[in-house]
């Protein structure tokens, strides 16, 4: 299929949406990154969509859809299913209009995302806890929708949605008068990715759209593989604002025909990646957010080039943040977890000591003495001083003889332990 024949959402709907949502959505500033542009040799905007007041670009698709419901739908109310920006995103929106909505979240939504629901809701949106997953909140959701004759407000998979979020693209177009070489966006069910993809196929046709998966959720990436849209049968929902199941029926065609390529990036990488944007630059942003600069060291020689990172969001929960440094520390090869079978005599860790090099450190030690056994096991985690000193640190331990087993890559027992 050519891209001429394609279901793009027109540039004229676009425009109108980018109308609607004046003075609701910020048209949020294209800020060059020294640091990322002195580090690629390349010119490196990011579109800082974090600086929207519900911290995500969610409300540009939440608010074109209501815009386009009759007087009687928004009389009735809306509905949606949602454990993150697409909830405050509709939850604003209902503020906004006047209109009613009930938004069910699951049972075990962080509760400082709860309250912002609630906060940017205000009178006109109940929220709901219902079930352990999103699935459980969506089944719910729909269940209500039909009962109660409310509309069902999707977070990705509607061309109003779509059109608003394209509203991203006209404004990184107006924002430089500069050729933009390259747009690398985070995809999840593909509303972002096909609204910037619609935008820049009809206005800038030889700029490089890239787009950016988590690794354990490459639902988009799978899809097109395939042909066609699939489901995945699980995913690591991490990466909260970009992992989806399945992408959107609406969303697959455009993204397949208009995006150039997509790469799939590492959640530990994004960590990593989060903690050098806080770090470095000041800059707090969620996993899904930091993506497209993740990705960067992925896409080959930049130099010379003009690139937009879409930065999406900045809804990251500060509570999340040991489990950021873990993450990044794993990925970079530098925190390992193990079991060891120490004897059951005093002086057991000390000599285990003698197998760390000089800048290794023990950051997590667990062990209970086993009665009437000569052995007993402990969980060690080892934090070396460079990734280069793990095989060093396994000769150690082999030549000791040593029985144990390393645990970083069996992700269930690891996830029991750890």
């Given amino acids: ?60 698709g939440s608010y074109n859809k209501m815009t386009s419901l009759s007087q009687e739908e928004r009389e009735r109310g809306v509905v949606c299913a949602s454990a993150g920006n697409h909830a405050q995103g509709l939850a604003f929106a209902c503020n906004a209009m006047q209109v009613k909505g009930v938004i ?39 269940r209500v929708a039909k009962e109660r004759g409310l509309t069902y407000v999707h977070p990705f998979d509607d061309p109003k949605t779509i059109a608003g979020q394209g509203t991203v693209g006209l404004e990184i177009l107006d924002a430089t008068t500069l050729p933009i070489d390259m747009v690398v966006m985070p995809i999840g069910g593909g509303g972002l990715s096909a609204g910037i993809g619609s935008v820049f196929r009809q206005l800038s046709p030889k700029t490089e759209l890239v787009g950016v998966e988590p690794s354990g959720a490459p ?68 996993p899904a957010g930091a993506m497209s600069i993740a990705v960067l060291d992925q896409l080959g020689d930049l130099s010379g080039k003009h690139i937009v990172c879409v930065v999406s969001g900045g809804n990251n929960d500060i509570t999340r943040t040991p489990e950021i440094q873990e993450r990044a520390l794993m990925y970079a090869g530098l925190k390992h977890y193990f079991i060891v079978e120490f004897p059951q005599r005093s002086g057991a860790l000390r000599d285990f000591l003698d ?10 030690f667990e062990y209970t003495k086993k009665h009437n056994r000569a052995m007993g096991p402990a969980l060690v985690g080892i934090q070396l001083g460079s990734r280069d000193d793990f095989n060093q640190l396994i000769a150690r331990m082999d030549a000791r003889k040593l029985r144990y087993e390393h645990l970083n890559d069996q992700p269930i027992l690891f996830e029991m332990l750890i």
């Fill in 355 to 364: 197998v760390l090099g000089p800048k290794d450190d023990i950051t997590h």
């Fill in 219 to 286: 639902a988009m990436f799978n899809s097109i593989r395939a042909g066609e849209v699939v489901t995945l049968d699980t995913i690591d929902s991490f990466v909260d604002g970009a992992a989806v199941r399945r992408v959107g029926d609406h969303n697959f065609p455009i993204v397949r025909d208009t995006i150039s390529r997509i790469e799939l990036v590492d959640e530990g990488k994004v960590c990593g990646v989060m903690l050098d944007l806080y770090n470095e630059d000041g800059l707090v942003v969620e």
């Fill in 104 to 142: 069910f979240m699951p049972v075990v939504t962080p509760s400082q995302k709860v309250r912002k629901v609630r906060l940017f809701g205000g009178d006109f949106v109940e929220v709901v806890l219902i079930g352990d997953t999103y699935d459980d909140a969506y089944s719910e959701s729909m």
């Fill in 1 to 60: 299929m050519t891209t001429s024949e394609v279901k793009l959402i027109s540039v004229e709907e676009i425009i109108k949406a980018r109308h609607r949502l004046r003075g609701v959505a910020l048209e949020t500033p294209l800020m060059r990154s020294t640091r990322l542009s002195a580090l690629y040799n390349a010119e490196i905007y990011l579109k800082r969509e974090d600086l929207q007041e519900v911290r995500s670009y969610k409300i540009r």
